[in-house]
C-alpha cells in the first residue's frame, strides 16, 4: 500500500500535555499518537519542543508539526513507499511487528499493575512501584478479571487519602514501604488470589541483586544500544518503552539484543498517555513477558489492554499466556 496523505497534529496526552498525533493515509486510515515521559531521562531519546514560554509553558510541538506536513510528508510522497508489501500475511500489525523481530512466539503477556511510592507519589513510601503480576491466570482475559477485581478490593481498602497518579495506580499515604507490602498481600487474600498473583516492586535501586531475582534496566540504559552492552553483566531484564527511544525499529533492536543476552523485557507505556493501542500489538509481536501500561482503569490505560483481549480472541489456542514463565520465555 502505497502512502497517499500523511496529516500531522498537535493533541493532549492523559495529563494534557501536548503530544503528536499522526494520520497515515492509505487504503485505511490509521490514527498515531506519541506518549510523553513524565521525567525524562538524558540518556534517552530526546523530546522536541517549542520551548515558547508564552504558550503552554514551553511544551507545545507544532515546529515538528509543521516539519512533518511540509517536509517530512512531501518526501515520503514522492517516494512512493509501500507500507506493508505482505498484506495478506499481516492481516493483524501483531504479526507484521513478529516478522521484523524474527521472532516466531506469540505470546500473550503478563500484565502488572500498581501502588506508587517515591518521586512519583509525594506519599512517605520510599519504593517507587509496589506491582501486582497475576501470573497464575488461565489467559490474558482472566489475568485483566483478577486485577480489575484487586483494584476494586484496593479502592475499598484505602478509606483515607485515595489518591491517584498520573496512570491511574493508588498512591495512599500508608506507613512505610514494609506496610505496604503487608497490605498488598492481605488484599491478594481477600480477593481470593492467593497463589495466583504475585507482587514486583520498583525500588528505584540498581544495587540489590542475587541469582534469581529479576533486576530491570530501566533509565540505567533507556534503551540505548550502547548503554544496554554496558550493563550486560549487571541486570537481567530490559524495560521497552517508545518514547525513551523514538522508532519501532530501535525497539525492535533493543528487544533482539535482550534476547541474545538471555535478558526478559517488559513492554511499557508512559506516564502521559493517548488512547492509541499500538504498544499492545507491539508488546504481542515482540513477545514480551510482561506489559505494563498502568493500572486497570481510564481510558488510554484500558485501550492498551482491551486490544491485547482481542488479540487473545483473535488468535484463541494459538495465543499462549505466559504465566509463570514471564521471566524465562526464551528457556
Not at 496526552?13 to 501536548?18: A, C, K, L, W
Not at 507482587?199 to 530501566?218: M, R, T
Not at 499500538?278 to 501500561?293: R, T
Amino acid at each position: 500500500m502505497a502512502l497517499r496523505k500523511i496529516k500531522a497534529r498537535q493533541i493532549f496526552d492523559s495529563r494534557g500535555e501536548p503530544t503528536l498525533e499522526i494520520d497515515v493515509i492509505t487504503d485505511i486510515g490509521l490514527f498515531r499518537s506519541v506518549p510523553s515521559a513524565m521525567l525524562p531521562n538524558p540518556n534517552q531519546a530526546r523530546e522536541i519542543r517549542d520551548e515558547n514560554m508564552m504558550a503552554y509553558h514551553s511544551r507545545s510541538v507544532f515546529k515538528v508539526v509543521d516539519i512533518i506536513n511540509n517536509v517530512i510528508t512531501r518526501q515520503l510522497i514522492k517516494s512512493r513507499l509501500e507500507v506493508c508489501q505482505q498484506t495478506e500475511i499481516d492481516e493483524m500489525l501483531n504479526k507484521y511487528i513478529t516478522e521484523l523481530a524474527e521472532n516466531n512466539k506469540l505470546c500473550i503477556p503478563v500484565p502488572s499493575f500498581m501502588i506508587n511510592g517515591g518521586r512519583y507519589a509525594g506519599n512517605n513510601l520510599l519504593y517507587q512501584e509496589f506491582m501486582i503480576l497475576p501470573v497464575g491466570a488461565e489467559g490474558f482475559a482472566d489475568a485483566i478479571k483478577m486485577a480489575t477485581e484487586m483494584y476494586q478490593v484496593l479502592e475499598k481498602k484505602i478509606i483515607d487519602n485515595k489518591y491517584i497518579n498520573d496512570n491511574g495506580a493508588f498512591a495512599p499515604d500508608l506507613e512505610n514501604d514494609k506496610a505496604t507490602l503487608t497490605f498488598l498481600d492481605a488484599s491478594i487474600r481477600d480477593a481470593g488470589y492467593e497463589g495466583k498473583i504475585k507482587i514486583a516492586l520498583d525500588v528505584a535501586a540498581s544495587a540489590f541483586y542475587k541469582e534469581g531475582i529479576q533486576v530491570v534496566s530501566d533509565d540505567l540504559t533507556a534503551m540505548n544500544i550502547e548503554r544496554i552492552e554496558e550493563a550486560i553483566e549487571i541486570a537481567n531484564c530490559l524495560v521497552l518503552r517508545i518514547s525513551q527511544i523514538g522508532t519501532v525499529t530501535e525497539v525492535i533492536n533493543c528487544a533482539r539484543m535482550a534476547i541474545i543476552n538471555n535478558w526478559s523485557y517488559i513492554m511499557s507505556a508512559s506516564h502521559g498517555e493517548t488512547e492509541d493501542n499500538f504498544i499492545a500489538d507491539l508488546a504481542v509481536g515482540l513477545s514480551a513477558g510482561q506489559f505494563k501500561a498502568g493500572a486497570p482503569c481510564r481510558g488510554e490505560r484500558m485501550s492498551k489492554y482491551n486490544q491485547i483481549l482481542r488479540i487473545e480472541e483473535e488468535f484463541g489456542k494459538n495465543a499462549k499466556y505466559v504465566g509463570i514463565k514471564y521471566q524465562n520465555l526464551m528457556k
